[in-house]
């Protein structure tokens, strides 16, 4: 059936001229079953975590347990392929390692670009003392967030133009004392910016105020070129697969309301300028790129009356409204169009997410109106190869293992519509 209108709007613009390029690469099979595995690997770690929370423990005669699940309705679908998987959706846990995962990945993109504009950082490591048990993480951890704050304050950083712009605080190593209890080492990793170079006796001082006002053990810990290395898990993922249920949900408790992850000074007025802009970070060639945010429509400032394009309605919905009239059972929609990725093969192609399926038939969605407008403007552009014939041209495997049954090959079952299971994610 043919689209009664070519001409494409302001978002579907944004989304075709931010990512055409990105549609259609192609990546190593074998790498990219590898990360499946490592992402299979970390969802049923958090399931089994989620599982542990939920179940909870008996105390007092009471069951004693924290409900983890955020319960909607979302998939994921990708364009080409015609393939889709529900999402595991939980709450704002931060131990939890897919959530911490999604964190991590936009601000790991944002602090990027602005290491990108400003070279002279470098890494810090501050201590809140010796290691605590979780009765005492909480006051700890806001001892070093107010402490770190007040050194932003302080004379001697701001006379030398330093400022710490961002701290990511980790429980350290986790060690089970008894049976209800853990032993935890509370620490910061912070982000110093200077804004000139320091000759070697102002840099001697800084250390040495810095040092002294502390208290605790803190260290310099060098340039920093790479994100990853200052934003991590707040606890790594296999300390947390021995404890029991009691432990997770007294962990839990522990580091309630507490923002492990905070911009400051200059890094935070950054994020909020990208934000009232409507922009977003992207990576583009391992550099980051700051674009138009096709999600959420055009600038604040250069328009009042933009609107999400997601909320516009199509001639399907319209129809289906005079047919169905008012219904207590919501319409599916999408709600984000996402970056070109390879979920579903190793090729790159466009992803959305569809809320309120609801039980529904995917296969209905594809032929939903916005859906064959972006194919169809996307096609326009580009031809994207849904399973590539070769991959000699991107990624020339030097040595195949045959044995192996990562090696990729065209399959036909692509070209239907079909589910992944979500244990191959």
């Known amino acids: 059936m043919q689209l009664k209108t070519l001409n494409p709007t302001f978002q579907e613009k944004l989304y075709i001229d931010n990512n055409i390029d990105e549609i259609g690469r192609c990546y190593d099979p074998v790498k990219w079953h590898d990360n499946g595995e490592k992402r299979k690997y970390l969802a049923d770690q958090t399931k089994d975590i989620a599982r542990k929370l939920d179940q909870g423990y008996q105390a007092d005669g009471k069951t004693i347990r924290v409900d983890p699940y955020a319960y909607t309705d979302l998939h994921i679908m990708g364009l080409h392929s015609k393939q889709f998987k529900k999402l595991e959706t939980y709450k704002n846990i931060n131990f939890l390692p897919s959530v911490a995962q999604k964190n991590r990945s936009q601000k790991s993109k944002e602090m990027l670009l602005f290491l990108k504009h400003n070279h002279n950082c470098r890494m810090w490591t501050f201590t809140a003392g010796q290691r605590c048990a979780l009765d005492k993480l909480n006051f700890q951890c806001r001892w070093m967030h107010r402490r770190l704050t007040k050194l932003n304050d302080t004379d001697f950083m701001k006379s030398l133009g330093a400022q710490f712009v961002f701290r990511a605080t980790e429980f350290g190593e986790l060690a089970a004392d008894g049976e209800n209890d853990l032993s935890l080492h509370p620490h910061m990793h912070a982000l110093l910016h200077l804004e000139n170079y320091l000759r070697p006796e102002d840099w001697s001082y800084l250390l040495a105020r810095i040092q002294s006002f502390w208290k605790a053990y803190c260290q310099d810990c060098g340039k920093i070129n790479n994100p990853r290395e200052l934003i ?50 992207v990576i583009r060639k391992g550099i980051p790129k700051l674009v138009p945010n096709w999600n959420g429509g055009i600038s604040s400032k250069k328009s009042d009356c933009s609107v999400r394009w997601m909320d516009n309605k199509t001639t399907e919905d319209i129809q289906s409204e005079k047919i169905l009239g008012n219904r207590s059972r919501p319409m599916p929609s999408i709600v984000a169009w996402c970056s070109p990725a390879p979920v579903f093969t190793p090729v790159s192609e466009p992803l959305f997410m569809v809320h309120g399926l609801d039980g529904r038939d995917p296969e209905e969605f594809f032929g939903n109106e916005k859906v064959r407008r972006m194919e169809q403007f996307i096609s326009v552009h580009t031809k994207t190869l849904t399973v590539p014939k070769t991959f000699k041209n991107n990624n020339e495997v030097k040595i195949k293992h045959e044995s192996k049954q990562e090696i990729y090959s065209k399959n036909t079952a692509f070209e239907r519509i079909r589910e992944i299971h979500a244990d191959s994610f």
Do not use: T
Not at 251 to 273: C, I, P, T, V
């Open 232 to 281: 991590k898990y707040c606890v790594k993922p296999c300390d947390l697969e021995g404890l029991n249920n009691v432990q997770l949900i007294k962990l839990y408790h522990a580091n309630k309301g507490l923002r492990l992850w905070e911009s400051l000074q200059d890094f935070r007025q950054m994020r909020r300028s990208i934000r009232e802009d409507k922009q977003k970070v």
